[in-house]
């Protein structure tokens, strides 16, 4: 099984450009705990997570060594640009499912974007693997057809309400 395989599309991306506020609302409206940015060629060129938003917002500035001027002259950054993390985390479109647990386990990631060269082709989430570690046994012998999220209707679009799991 590939990335491509599991991977969501279309990727719900950002612009460099994009103001701090858009970015919070669009995490908070599709329920992502990242999103992809790209830059005015469509490439991508990094990544913004909620901790990357709040930690700009709430984050007290450094003062310098026994206070004085500066120590509260830092004001929060205003594009997606200014707060992002970058070069990005990444998965090839080709890559195994082995390959993308690896990476979202390793760096305690919860979704990474998925590419194609540098074009974000989609995006995979711990809660897009989730279904398929379900239908592989002790084993590691797969058990049952599971289907890809892009096809599943009870995985999109993400909601805040629990499911009851699905009986196998």
């Given at each position: 099984?590939r990335a491509?395989?599991?991977m969501?599309t279309?990727?719900v991306?950002?612009s460099?450009r ?13 329920g992502?705990s990242?999103?992809?940015v ?5 490439d991508?060129?990094?990544v913004v ?8 917002e709430?984050?007290a500035?450094?003062a310098p ?30 890559d195994?499912?082995?390959?993308v647990?690896?990476v ?6 919860r979704s990474v974007?998925v590419?194609?060269g ?5 995006v995979?989430?711990r809660?897009d693997?989730l279904p ?5 046994s002790?084993d590691?012998?797969p058990v049952g057809n599971p289907?890809p ?5 009870d995985?999109e679009?993400?909601?805040r ?8």
């Amino acid at each position: 099984m590939r990335a491509r395989d599991i991977m969501r599309t279309p990727a719900v991306t950002v612009s460099s450009r994009t103001a701090v506020s858009t970015a919070a609302e669009l995490l908070a409206h599709h329920g992502f705990s990242a999103m992809p940015v790209i830059d005015h060629a469509g490439d991508l060129v990094g990544v913004v997570s909620e901790a990357d938003l709040i930690n700009n917002e709430f984050a007290a500035p450094e003062a310098p060594l026994g206070g004085g001027a500066g120590a509260a002259s830092e004001r929060p950054a205003n594009t997606v640009g200014e707060v992002m993390t970058s070069p990005p985390v990444t998965v090839d479109q080709d890559d195994s499912l082995q390959t993308v647990v690896d990476v979202l386990i390793s760096g305690h990631r919860r979704s990474v974007p998925v590419v194609h060269g540098r074009r974000v082709v989609g995006v995979l989430t711990r809660r897009d693997v989730l279904p398929f570690l379900s239908h592989v046994s002790h084993d590691s012998t797969p058990v049952g057809n599971p289907v890809p999220t892009a096809h599943r209707p009870d995985v999109e679009p993400r909601s805040r309400e629990r499911r009851p799991p699905v009986a196998t």
